[in-house]
């Protein structure tokens, strides 16, 4: 991903070497989380796969995924800040219209596979 917005906001050497020791100063606190995420997607799918479905180990384990997953989220959004300071006014402002333009496709394809449901769900 570094590579794309290396490239899109034109990061400098220096910029890149920044972002680059950010994220391996956060690499050691993320390994054990992905670790921790690779193990309740595995215990979900024995779950699913036994011959009986145990609906209170399956709400257990989508609970700890779902500790699991908002721990990583937050771990994200230190590394994205921290990596924001780094970035030149003018590159601020090139990402943050990229986000923006991004945000409105995803909307819009939200749109459609809404609109896609409804007209599936009408009668013929």
Not at 69 to 93: G, M, N, P
């Amino acid at each position: 991903m570094l590579g794309f917005f290396s490239d899109y906001l034109d990061l400098t050497d220096a910029q890149q070497a920044q972002i680059k020791q950010i994220i391996a100063k956060e690499k050691p606190a993320l390994e054990p989380l992905f670790k921790q995420e690779m193990q309740t997607h595995r215990q979900m799918m024995q779950l699913i796969q036994s011959s009986t479905f145990d609906e209170a180990k399956a709400q257990s384990i989508a609970t700890q995924g779902a500790q699991v997953h908002a721990q990583l989220e937050v771990q994200h959004a230190r590394i994205a800040s921290e990596a924001y300071q780094v970035l030149t006014a003018d590159q601020k402002t090139k990402l943050a219209q990229f986000l923006s333009k991004r945000e409105q496709r995803f909307e819009q394809h939200m749109q459609e596979r809404e609109q896609g449901a409804h007209s599936e769900q009408a009668p013929n």
